[in-house]
């Protein structure tokens, strides 16, 4: 059936209406080679309290016929990952993408592998491109390959979903890649005036200009020629410069495989009982902190804490570790429950 101009005009108001991630245009621009792309997404869904996501990632994808936030590991950062040596054995590749691989191997056709924290557990969502019913079909056996595969990586402390989803609509799909010709549009135009452009998202309802630091004057400037040039081409869109420091979009970028080493053990293993990884980035130190599930005066809360402390500073220690981080300087912190501090 064919889609007419209103039906279109009114599905592009509503997802104008949609606060999507800013990197959203990542996997957009590449979403008719989606099949063949190494991808991992961690699916964002309304879930009570205790929910947190944990990311390996730095792009965005659209599942179903509807926008969901979810993002995507970006195969250039599979592959940085895949040469770190993983803790406590020889790392290969990120959890997520070796799930993929299998079960595609098996014949089955993935439209991604989620990760997210529910409590103190890792809950990995399959999306298996197919029916309902083909996916009922088929659920006992996949939960079986996938079972095995986590524990022969020692993990136990998981939960694992398999859900169906669809293929993108046509009339989203045509949306995403007009969507995506502005966004080129504008970038090719502003750099051509001479400005240094980072990206450009063209997905959100305000299209969003990324630079790097600079004068109000020139934010001021870069907005005035690029608000010119969507009028000029019928675009009833507007922008919002974001200023980003590229030392520190560096600093992140070299961390990542060795976040997402150190993420995968501590996680997915019960023993450890981790409650929380955050990181901070700058130049002078990258500062790591392990929140722990129990309070200092816990019996076992010294062991673990030791366990932790020799397990991480010896790979981040690691030859391969420094020179992919360039020798940063780093801390390593590690908290109990309530955020107090164990000393060493």
């Keep these: 059936m064919k889609i007419d101009d209103s039906m279109k005009k009114e599905i592009q108001e509503e997802m104008e209406k949609i606060q999507t991630p800013s990197s959203l245009y990542d996997f957009a621009k590449n979403i008719k080679e989606e099949s063949e792309m190494k991808v991992d997404f961690v ?18 994808v659209i599942s179903l016929s509807v926008l969901t936030a979810s993002a995507f590991l970006n195969p250039t950062m599979a592959e940085m ?8 054995q020889v790392f290969q590749k990120p959890i997520q993408i070796v799930i993929k691989e299998v079960l595609e191997k098996d014949g089955y056709n993935t439209a991604g592998v989620g990760m997210s924290r529910w409590e103190d557990m890792t809950l990995f969502d399959i999306q298996l491109k197919g029916t309902e019913e083909y996916v009922n079909q088929e659920k006992d056996n996949v939960l079986a390959i996938l079972s095995g ?27 995403f890649d007009q969507r995506a010709e502005i966004g080129e549009k504008l970038k090719s135009e502003l750099q051509v005036a001479g400005y240094t452009i980072l990206d450009v998202n063209a997905y959100s309802p305000i299209i969003k200009v990324y630079i790097p630091v600079t004068d109000e004057a020139k934010k001021t400037e870069i907005n005035t020629v690029a608000n010119e040039f969507l009028e000029s081409n019928g675009s009833l869109k507007s922008v919002h410069i974001i200023t980003k420091d590229v030392s520190v979009e560096e600093i992140k970028t070299k961390w990542l495989p060795v976040i997402t080493s150190i993420e995968e053990e501590l996680y997915l293993k019960k023993e450890y009982r981790i409650d929380d990884i955050r990181y901070t980035f700058n130049p002078e130190k990258v500062s790591i902190t392990i929140k722990l599930n129990m309070n200092s005066s816990h019996t076992e809360s010294k062991e673990a804490v030791n366990k932790i402390h020799k397990r991480i500073t010896e790979f981040l220690n690691s030859e391969e570790v420094k020179i992919k981080t360039d020798n940063q300087v780093y801390e390593l912190i590690i908290q109990d429950k309530n955020g107090k501090d164990f000393h060493f």
């Design 43 to 60: 699916k964002t869904k309304e879930r009570k309290r205790g929910w947190r996501k944990f990311q390996f990632a730095v792009a965005a």
């Design 81 to 88: 990952a895949s040469k770190i040596p993983y803790v406590g």
């Design 149 to 175: 595969v986590l524990e022969k990586r020692g993990y136990d402390n998981y939960e694992l979903m398999i859900s169906e989803t669809n293929e993108i609509s046509p009339v989203l799909a045509e949306i």
